[in-house]
């Protein structure tokens, strides 16, 4: 619904009014829901900037794209469990397993107590690179005692466990020995357990790997770089070599998993790929599920595969993918090990914190202890009590990526309304002395009639606007902005008769 729209950001008005105040930005986790911003966010401020070198190096290749080059001396990054005092809160990063490498929870200590932040995570026991969540940090903290702890809500209605992200393995492996063609696997690029994962499997079975789509490269080779992943470059191959190799000899890691138009799994699919091109013999991995609201895009991505012949793998295998949120047990877990007084489900729309909240209370919490927040609410905490004191204005600026500017408001509504309504463009001209249209005026519409329908519906909308001038007063066409207003009155209320539409009326009248 926001046409011309690339990119959707947080409003930084309230930051722009208390930017006194801010000491630094901390950094939970590298996914683009959480760094996305970031970018634009230093265009405007300068803060100390505290991540892991995972999440720094991710955002590092935001800032070189951006232009930002200069911005990285705000660079902080931390080692987990050491304490870093900023401002006047003591805070330490917790590691903490989640579908992206080395996240993190916080536990932000302060004169009235210690706040303790979940971030997105789930309690992976066996992950991939071997760093299960430090649950002994967690419950020292429990221990020490948590005034308040804000967690992950966002599958809050799921009972159990959420399996482990080497669960995925397996499907990898069987999908792999029965591939007779090139296997193309899609994820999120910053899924890099996901896509060494794949590799892993591609590398077992003899294959080439190549990276296509900008975001994965770049992540994938970052994350080599920094030492979080072990792979040897001269397994890479480039788009262009693909077709030098046997087909069952190749294994391509690629964007789109959500059906973005603009992803290399997306152009493959519609055959206006550079170098990739579908076939019949191809098996498609899409190791991802549709965030809401993409089911649309990514069933659209699903029908070209299948008409190009190829096998597609999407959520029919149980375990293709694997949620990177905790469950209802692992919520559990950790409400039990924190044991905190207050409590703040956040992260997930209203349903899922009100879930959260029931779960809570299960666990021992105060139910008046609890509080479901709206955006903006500022909350105030103290031992004896927590409160909503106020709201603070919050919203989305909306982006062109393409000259990389802001879109006011005012032009997302415009451009709505064109979309919903349509145009109508009139040209007349009026004869002052006898209140006559000198010739048929010119009516032009779009979005509103069909064409073989335009010549009844300007002959309609030349008898109104005569009507109209017959019995206008002479003032009125004395002040040309009150002339078009009541035009557009007059037309907007015979066009809604008609078709039920209030489009947009740009009238141009010449009086003589």
């Known amino acids: 619904s926001m046409h011309g729209v690339d990119i959707v950001i947080p409003d930084f008005d309230y930051i722009r009014k208390i930017k006194d105040k801010v000491r630094a930005v901390l950094i939970t986790h590298a996914h683009e829901d959480h760094i996305g911003a970031v970018p634009y966010f230093y265009k405007e401020f300068s803060f100390p900037l505290y991540a892991s070198p995972m999440a720094l190096g991710m955002i590092s290749n935001k800032f070189e794209e951006h232009g930002l080059k200069a911005e990285r001396k705000?660079?902080?990054?931390?080692?987990?469990?050491?304490?870093?005092?900023?401002?006047?809160?003591?805070?330490?990063?917790?590691?903490?397993?989640?579908?992206?490498?080395?996240?993190?929870?916080?536990?932000?200590?302060?004169?009235?107590?210690?706040?303790?932040?979940?971030?997105?995570f789930k309690i992976d026991h066996t992950p991939i690179d071997g760093y299960p969540s430090d649950l002994n940090r967690i419950a020292y903290y429990g221990d020490r005692g948590i005034l308040c702890l804000l967690s992950d809500s966002t599958n809050s209605y799921k009972e159990?466990?959420?399996?482990?992200?080497?669960?995925?393995?397996?499907?990898f492996d069987n999908i792999f020995l029965r591939a007779k063609g090139r296997v193309i696997m899609s994820t999120f690029s910053s899924?890099?357990?996901?896509?060494?994962?794949?590799?892993?499997?591609g590398l077992k079975y003899g294959r080439k790997v190549c990276v296509i789509g900008r975001s994965m490269e770049r992540n994938l080779y970052t994350t080599m770089e920094l030492g979080y992943i072990n792979?040897?470059?001269?397994?890479?191959?480039?788009?262009?070599?693909?077709?030098?190799?046997?087909?069952?000899?190749?294994?391509?890691?690629?964007?789109?998993?959500?059906?973005?138009?603009?992803?290399?799994?997306?152009?493959?699919?519609?055959?206006?790929?550079?170098?990739?091109?579908?076939?019949?013999?191809?098996?498609?991995?899409?190791?991802?599920?549709?965030?809401?609201?993409?089911?649309?895009?990514?069933?659209?991505?699903?029908?070209?595969?299948?008409?190009?012949?190829?096998?597609?793998?999407?959520?029919?295998?149980?375990?293709?993918?694997?949620?990177?949120?905790?469950n209802i047990e692992e919520q559990k877990l950790m409400l039990c090990l924190t044991k905190p007084k207050f409590f703040l489900p956040v992260h997930g729309e209203y349903n899922h914190i009100t879930k959260h909240k029931?779960?809570?209370?299960?666990?021992?919490?105060?139910?008046?202890?609890?509080?479901?927040?709206?955006?903006?609410?500022?909350i105030e905490l103290c031992h004896k009590y927590m409160k909503r004191i106020g709201t603070v204005k919050t919203g989305k600026v909306f982006v062109d990526?393409?000259?990389?500017?802001?879109?006011?408001?005012?032009?997302?509504?415009?451009?709505?309304?064109?979309?919903?309504?349509?145009?109508?463009?009139?040209?007349?001209?009026?004869?002052?002395?006898?209140?006559k249209l000198i010739q048929k005026p010119r009516v032009l519409s779009y979005g509103l009639v069909a064409d073989k329908q335009d010549?009844?519906?300007?002959?309609?909308?030349?008898?109104?606007?005569?009507?109209?001038?017959?019995?206008?007063?002479?003032?009125?066409?004395?002040?040309?902005?009150?002339?078009?207003?009541?035009?557009?009155?007059?037309?907007?209320?015979?066009?809604?008769?008609?078709?039920?539409?209030?489009?947009?009326?740009?009238?141009?009248?010449?009086?003589?």
């Open 231 to 326: 792979l040897d470059r001269k397994i890479f191959i480039d788009p262009d070599e693909v077709s030098k190799h046997k087909d069952n000899e190749v294994l391509i890691v690629t964007t789109g998993s959500q059906g973005e138009t603009m992803s290399a799994l997306y152009r493959m699919a519609t055959d206006e790929h550079k170098f990739i091109k579908i076939k019949e013999s191809d098996q498609i991995i899409i190791s991802a599920k549709a965030i809401p609201g993409n089911e649309k895009s990514i069933s659209a991505v699903l029908d070209y595969l299948l008409k190009a012949g190829a096998s597609v793998a999407y959520q029919e295998f149980s375990e293709i993918h694997v949620s990177g949120h905790a």
């Open 358 to 378: 029931q779960t809570a209370i299960k666990c021992g919490v105060n139910e008046r202890n609890i509080y479901l927040m709206s955006n903006g609410d500022q």
């Open 74 to 120: 705000n660079f902080k990054p931390i080692e987990k469990r050491k304490l870093y005092n900023i401002g006047e809160f003591e805070v330490e990063w917790i590691h903490i397993t989640h579908s992206v490498i080395d996240a993190s929870a916080l536990a932000i200590t302060s004169k009235a107590g210690t706040i303790l932040h979940s971030g997105d």
């Open 401 to 435: 990526n393409q000259i990389n500017k802001q879109i006011a408001d005012d032009v997302i509504i415009d451009r709505q309304k064109l979309a919903d309504n349509g145009v109508v463009v009139i040209i007349a001209q009026l004869d002052k002395s006898t209140k």
């Open 455 to 512: 010549y009844e519906f300007s002959k309609e909308l030349s008898e109104v606007l005569s009507l109209f001038f017959t019995n206008i007063k002479d003032e009125i066409l004395n002040n040309p902005k009150i002339l078009e207003a009541q035009i557009r009155q007059v037309l907007r209320k015979h066009i809604f008769r008609k078709i039920k539409k209030y489009p947009t009326i740009v009238p141009t009248v010449f009086v003589m």
């Open 191 to 201: 899924n890099i357990h996901r896509v060494y994962q794949a590799i892993t499997y």
């Open 160 to 171: 159990g466990y959420t399996k482990s992200e080497s669960s995925v393995g397996d499907t």
